[in-house]
């Protein structure tokens, strides 16, 4: 029972109460508002809810199920915790005070080459780093320093894809759900990724409704929980032929639009539907 309560009552609660004062309290005050794909006004941030209704989840699991907790992992380490935290909250810094011309990686960095000052994005993806370097660290061991460094490469480059997927409702979570459910498959299950299934059941509700966005904090968030259990359980030559494929993706999604790739290509199966028929 309190299983339940930990994975699945107590994030459901944390969002069903707290979205929709959270969406209230920063359309009133006109905070963390930005353009969605549409033009139209949206609240950002929402990886901040997920996050608490994380740590409510994790508490209580550390607390009341360490003797009868079925996984033998009732909750992820304190360190783990902290970069999850991290890594959402730098995500909503540069949701609330980042600039929204620089696009992409490049565009942060040509910022930094024509000496304009250094971009809320600089400081989040390097600190994105040294949080995924840390905790890699904490987790192989600070002596085996080439792997710990290649796994904080490695968790800063996962975490940003969720970033680039984040241009519509929902996108970026269906990659979250589809990849942990194939990932618990292999592995077995881990309470963490339980609670946040939870948390987005509900969250999706009003993401769908275009009420809130997760923005980069909750983009962050979503890589940074799957990269931590990937860098755990996947070796380092899969690791490093994954990183490739992540080198190549943000290349390909800066330079091209995945939304118009994917729209296009509906719109072409589509027409051949129709022409088809005709």
Same mark, same amino acid.
């Given at each position: 029972?309190?299983?339940?309560? /930990?994975?699945?009552?107590?994030? %459901?609660?944390? %969002?069903?109460?707290?979205?929709?004062?959270?969406?209230?309290?920063? &359309?009133?005050?006109?905070?963390?508002?930005?353009?969605?794909?549409?033009?139209?006004?949206?609240?950002?941030?929402?990886?901040?809810?997920?996050?608490?209704?994380?740590?409510?989840?994790?508490?209580? +699991? =550390?607390?009341?199920?360490?003797?009868?907790?079925?996984?033998?992992?009732?909750?992820?380490?304190?360190?783990?915790?902290?970069?999850?935290?991290?890594?959402?909250?730098?995500?909503?810094?540069?949701? #609330?005070?980042?600039?929204?011309?620089?696009?992409?990686?490049?565009?942060?960095?040509?910022?930094?080459?024509?000496? &304009?000052?250094?971009?809320?994005? #600089?400081?989040?993806?390097?600190?994105?780093?040294?949080?995924?370097?840390?905790?890699?660290? =904490?987790? %192989?061991?600070?002596?085996?320093?080439? &792997?710990?460094?290649?796994?904080?490469?490695?968790? *800063?480059?996962?975490?940003?894809?969720?970033?680039?997927?984040?241009?519509?409702?929902?996108? *970026?979570?269906?990659?979250?759900?589809?990849?942990?459910?194939?990932?618990?498959?292999?592995?077995?299950?881990?309470?963490? +990724?339980?609670?946040?299934?939870?948390?987005?059941? %509900?969250?999706?509700?009003?993401?769908?409704?275009?009420?809130?966005?997760?923005?980069?904090?909750?983009?962050?968030?979503?890589?940074?929980?799957? /990269?931590?259990?990937?860098?755990?359980?996947?070796?380092? /030559?899969?690791?490093? *032929?994954?990183?490739?494929?992540? #080198?190549?993706?943000?290349?390909?999604?800066?330079?091209?639009?995945?939304?118009?790739?994917? &729209?296009?290509?509906?719109?072409?199966?589509?027409?051949?539907?129709?022409?088809?028929?005709?």
């Amino acid at each position: 029972m309190e299983i339940i309560i /930990g994975i699945v009552l107590i994030p %459901v609660l944390t %969002v069903y109460f707290l979205t929709p004062y959270y969406i209230e309290i920063h &359309e009133r005050k006109a905070r963390a508002i930005t353009l969605n794909y549409e033009g139209k006004r949206v609240v950002t941030t929402g990886g901040v809810i997920l996050l608490t209704a994380l740590v409510f989840s994790n508490v209580f +699991l =550390y607390f009341r199920s360490q003797n009868f907790y079925p996984f033998h992992q009732p909750s992820v380490s304190w360190f783990a915790l902290i970069y999850f935290a991290g890594v959402t909250l730098l995500g909503a810094v540069d949701d #609330i005070r980042g600039e929204k011309k620089c696009k992409g990686f490049s565009g942060h960095l040509n910022k930094l080459w024509r000496r &304009e000052g250094i971009s809320t994005g #600089i400081y989040k993806a390097a600190g994105g780093g040294l949080l995924g370097a840390a905790l890699s660290a =904490y987790v %192989v061991g600070i002596s085996a320093w080439p &792997e710990w460094i290649f796994k904080g490469l490695f968790l *800063a480059l996962f975490s940003n894809i969720f970033n680039l997927l984040d241009t519509r409702p929902a996108r *970026a979570t269906k990659v979250f759900l589809v990849l942990s459910l194939v990932l618990m498959l292999i592995k077995g299950p881990f309470p963490v +990724l339980f609670s946040l299934w939870s948390a987005l059941y %509900v969250y999706l509700f009003w993401e769908m409704k275009k009420s809130i966005m997760l923005g980069d904090a909750g983009a962050y968030l979503l890589g940074g929980v799957l /990269g931590y259990y990937l860098i755990l359980n996947l070796s380092l /030559g899969l690791l490093i *032929a994954i990183s490739f494929m992540l #080198i190549f993706l943000h290349w390909y999604l800066e330079k091209f639009s995945l939304s118009r790739l994917l &729209e296009e290509k509906v719109l072409f199966y589509r027409l051949n539907r129709t022409n088809g028929r005709g």
